[in-house]
């Protein structure tokens, strides 16, 4: 794709080398996690007309989705769990996942939130209840960001439509490791802020800011 714009408001032309650092692979999801007082649909709920602002609350809700699916899969591989195709998915997304909370701290500057505290449970030490988490998180964040990205601006767009692409590598990735099918549709349609508030509340795993 060439060039990925910054999404911070009136920045410079960022490449892609510079959206991912290390070798990882650029990416970042748009969602929220949950717990009380913490799970807050961004401003942009309700239609409004894109502006630098409006960027920051969605990449803000996306960060708490990247901080929680980082330590979702840090934890689960140093826990020691998991085994064969699976830990691999694990190391390298975990790799991923830290790539994009550093990418998305970067661009959101001072506005950046703090990271929250989890209790994943046994989900990140039974392979089993590993892989329904992992499916849930990948799958709710392709269809979380792709609900925000008409209110996004171009400049944020041109960097989220790189990112998104990954996440839905990962989601493909560990679906199939999970058994179900990796491209279930032709198409992904987006989903409102709401519905991702709720499916990640319901996993329970994020406790405090």
Do not use: C
Not at 65 to 79: N, T
Not at 85 to 109: M, N, P, Q, T
């Amino acid at each position: 794709m060439g060039r990925a714009a910054d999404p911070k408001p009136g920045g410079k032309v960022s490449s892609r080398r510079e959206i991912v650092k290390h070798g990882s692979i650029a990416a970042a999801a748009l969602a929220a996690g949950g717990g009380i007082g913490l799970l807050r649909r961004p401003a942009v709920a309700v239609a409004a007309a894109p502006s630098p602002a409006q960027d920051r609350e969605i990449f803000n809700f996306a960060l708490l989705l990247e901080y929680l699916q980082a330590a979702f899969y840090s934890e689960a591989v140093e826990q020691g769990a998991l085994r064969g195709d699976v830990r691999r998915f694990a190391e390298i997304v975990s790799g991923h996942e830290r790539a994009h909370v550093a990418y998305l701290r970067k661009a959101l500057g001072p506005h950046a939130r703090r990271r929250p505290t989890f209790d994943f449970g046994d989900a990140t030490r039974n392979q089993r209840a590993f892989l329904k988490a992992a499916v849930l998180l990948e799958n709710t964040g392709v269809l979380a960001y792709n609900g925000q990205a008409a209110n996004l601006t171009k400049a944020a767009l041109a960097a989220a439509a790189e990112i998104v692409s990954v996440e839905g590598r990962h989601a493909a990735w560990i679906s199939d490791l999970a058994g179900l099918p990796p491209a279930p549709r032709a198409a992904d349609v987006g989903v409102p802020s709401g519905e991702v508030v709720r499916n990640l509340q319901s996993t329970g795993f994020l406790k405090a800011s």
